[in-house]
């Protein structure tokens, strides 16, 4: 399925100024029904600003946000579940009748407002604390709260700006559940972490922007693939160096385990007796380089 099909989330060449900082230069990318969508980037790539732009909280200069082949007006934005990477929660409201409050404005009833409120909140585990304000709760609670005020009134699409921010070990398995099964109902999801473990384990699709500019778009097995080929060679008799040169070796990184990148004319068997004749080797595997790796290799470049 791919995202002008209904229930589908595109963002087409986006472009927004702000004085003579370009923020985002020809942004584009889309998110299909019931797929999760990792867009990441350093500090100031514009990431938020494009997710502003998404619920029209700023406007592009140029661009469109269209779901189902609609553009994103006030009606679609009234269905997109929105979790800032600031706290958006009035502080000295409780927690249930924020969340009942919140769900009435996206047009539930009271009844069904208090019954998702109840629902959420067990499922969050924060339902012991309904009753407190805001501003009593840790942060990772504030998160799953914020989490909740997204999820209440069933969106049809969420944006989550860096929802795993101060959550525990286990908070983060709950959301990871979450939005891994609003995904298989069909609801298209963007987060944005610099948890790049959980991205590359949740998302089906991730987008790498540098300076404004989308520098990286595909599957997580594309991208990765598109590191190219790693050797890891574990030989603890090996002095540093001794991979250099070796025909096919284009870069070369030595530690407790030798990482070696390869093209595609590499010769294993002759870089296996140039190890071995180090000294014994413990391991030897072909690897493909993991999301962080190339995150790296992208911000550096640009």
Same mark, same amino acid.
């Given at each position: 399925?791919?995202?002008?099909?209904?229930? +589908?989330?595109?963002?087409?060449?986006?472009?927004?100024?702000?004085?003579?900082?370009?923020?985002?230069?020809?942004?584009?990318?889309?998110?299909?029904?019931?797929?999760?969508?990792?867009? $990441?980037?350093?500090?100031?790539?514009?990431?938020?600003?494009?997710?502003?732009?998404?619920?029209?909280?700023?406007?592009?200069?140029?661009?469109?946000?269209?779901?189902?082949?609609?553009?994103?007006?006030?009606?679609?934005?009234?269905?997109?579940?929105?979790?800032?990477?600031?706290?958006?929660?009035?502080?000295?409201?409780?927690?249930?009748?924020?969340?009942?409050?919140?769900?009435?404005?996206?047009?539930?009833?009271?009844?069904?407002?208090?019954?998702?409120?109840?629902?959420?909140?067990?499922?969050?585990?924060?339902?012991?604390?309904?009753?407190?304000? #805001?501003?009593?709760?840790?942060?990772?609670?504030?998160?799953?709260?914020?989490?909740?005020?997204?999820?209440?009134?069933?969106?049809?699409?969420?944006?989550?700006?860096?929802?795993?921010?101060?959550?525990?070990?286990?908070?983060?398995? $709950?959301?990871?559940?979450?939005?891994?099964?609003?995904?298989?109902?069909?609801?298209?999801?963007?987060?944005?972490?610099?948890?790049?473990?959980?991205?590359?384990?949740?998302?089906?699709? #991730?987008?790498?922007?540098?300076?404004?500019?989308?520098?990286?778009?595909?599957? #997580?097995?594309?991208?990765?693939?598109?590191? +190219?080929?790693?050797?890891? $060679?574990?030989?603890?008799?090996?002095?540093?160096?001794?991979?250099?040169?070796?025909?096919?070796?284009?870069?070369?990184?030595?530690?407790?385990?030798?990482?070696?990148?390869?093209?595609?004319?590499?010769?294993?068997?002759?870089?296996?007796?140039?190890?071995?004749?180090?000294?014994?080797?413990?391991?030897?595997?072909?690897?493909?380089?993991?999301?962080?790796?190339?995150?790296?290799?992208?911000?550096?470049?640009?």
């Amino acid at each position: 399925m791919n995202a002008s099909e209904p229930n +589908g989330l595109a963002v087409a060449g986006l472009n927004k100024r702000f004085g003579d900082l370009v923020a985002l230069r020809d942004v584009s990318f889309a998110v299909a029904a019931g797929e999760i969508f990792g867009f $990441v980037g350093s500090n100031g790539a514009g990431k938020s600003t494009t997710m502003r732009i998404i619920l029209g909280v700023l406007a592009a200069d140029s661009g469109r946000v269209s779901f189902g082949g609609r553009d994103v007006d006030a009606d679609v934005r009234r269905r997109i579940g929105y979790m800032p990477e600031e706290r958006g929660l009035y502080p000295k409201m409780k927690v249930g009748e924020q969340l009942i409050y919140l769900a009435r404005l996206h047009g539930l009833s009271s009844a069904d407002a208090a019954e998702r409120t109840a629902y959420w909140t067990e499922r969050l585990g924060i339902d012991s604390r309904i009753g407190d304000n #805001v501003s009593d709760l840790s942060l990772g609670n504030q998160q799953r709260v914020q989490l909740a005020a997204a999820l209440v009134f069933d969106p049809d699409v969420l944006v989550l700006d860096e929802p795993f921010s101060g959550l525990d070990p286990v908070a983060v398995d $709950v959301m990871s559940d979450v939005l891994t099964e609003k995904a298989q109902q069909g609801v298209p999801v963007i987060f944005s972490s610099h948890q790049l473990d959980l991205v590359q384990r949740l998302c089906d699709t #991730v987008g790498i922007i540098a300076k404004g500019e989308m520098r990286a778009l595909g599957s #997580v097995d594309e991208l990765r693939r598109s590191g +190219g080929v790693h050797l890891e $060679v574990e030989a603890p008799a090996a002095a540093s160096g001794w991979a250099d040169g070796l025909p096919g070796v284009t870069r070369t990184e030595y530690g407790t385990t030798t990482i070696l990148s390869v093209d595609d004319g590499y010769d294993d068997q002759q870089i296996l007796q140039a190890a071995l004749a180090t000294g014994p080797v413990h391991r030897f595997a072909t690897t493909t380089p993991e999301l962080t790796e190339l995150f790296r290799e992208v911000v550096t470049a640009s």
